[in-house]
């Protein structure tokens, strides 16, 4: 089993910048895919932002973004730590949604479908206004 706690969300404006983080503890393993999605009113959650790792190097990872936010969003790992960072800069009001993050221990590469993750967080709401 895996916990994942969120922590950041909070009320903005446009242009403004929010920093959302995830924890994850329990199972552990050499590779893991950590990830976060969105999901506002009416919608789909979609998929937002992944970053991964596996095998001996540890400390290397690779990541992957959703065309809407490449550029303005950072997905990043705490070395040693199961802890991934979500850096979002100039916010638009379309980045307004419940933010999820998730796990896949045992897993590398862009996962990017909700189906490839085992564990799901709370969410944690980001609101952006104009």
């Known amino acids: 089993q895996v916990q994942l706690a969120e922590s950041g969300g909070g009320l903005v404006q446009a242009g403004d910048s929010l920093r959302l983080s995830c924890a994850a503890s329990?199972?552990?393993?050499?590779?893991?895919?950590m990830g976060w999605f969105r999901q506002a009113p009416g919608k789909e959650r979609e998929f937002v932002a992944v970053?991964?790792?596996?095998?001996?190097?540890?400390?290397?990872?690779?990541?992957y973004y959703a065309d809407s936010v490449k550029g303005r969003f950072t997905i990043s790992k705490v070395n040693a730590k199961n802890t991934v960072i979500l850096q979002m800069n100039s916010l638009k009001p379309e980045d307004t949604a419940v933010y999820y993050c998730?796990?896949?221990?045992?897993?590398?590469?862009?996962?990017?479908?909700?189906?490839?993750?085992?564990?799901w967080g709370q969410g944690t709401q980001v609101t952006v206004s104009s």
């Open positions: 970053i991964t790792w596996s095998g001996y190097s540890r400390s290397i990872s690779t990541t």
């Open positions: 998730a796990a896949a221990p045992g897993r590398n590469g862009w996962l990017r479908t909700r189906d490839e993750y085992d564990y």
């Open positions: 329990g199972r552990t393993s050499s590779s893991y895919a």
